[in-house]
């Protein structure tokens, strides 16, 4: 991923399929750096593990029904598993201008 550098990094979920991995992905999570932030979602194999807590300290910005702006040109809304507000209410804030984009996970 270093390699690529990339402006921007979204991660979709489903981050383990084992509970001994849970060190390894904190490692990667701490790597990941992009100039526009790096920005996750849970997937629904993640309700296994107590993969949220991963997230933490890393710089990754994991979100739960919510939406960001990155340089008042793009929104990004992230969706829990189970939604507790819709795609609408979230990104209602957004102008016009503004792009979106929904990352989420069924």
Not at 27 to 32: D, G, I
């Amino acid at each position: 991923v270093r390699e690529a550098q990339p402006d921007l990094i979204l991660l979709t979920g489903d981050y383990l399929h084992r509970l001994s991995a849970i060190e390894e992905l904190r490692s990667f999570l701490r790597e990941l750096r992009a100039p526009y932030g790096v920005f996750a979602v849970v997937g629904n194999w993640d309700r296994r593990f107590p993969v949220r807590d991963c997230f933490a300290d890393t710089g990754v910005r994991l979100l739960e029904d919510e939406a960001v702006t990155i340089r008042d040109e793009l929104q990004i809304v992230g969706l829990d598993i189970r939604p507790n507000r819709r795609v609408s209410e979230l990104a209602r804030s957004s102008r016009p201008s503004e792009r979106n984009e929904l990352s989420a996970r069924c």
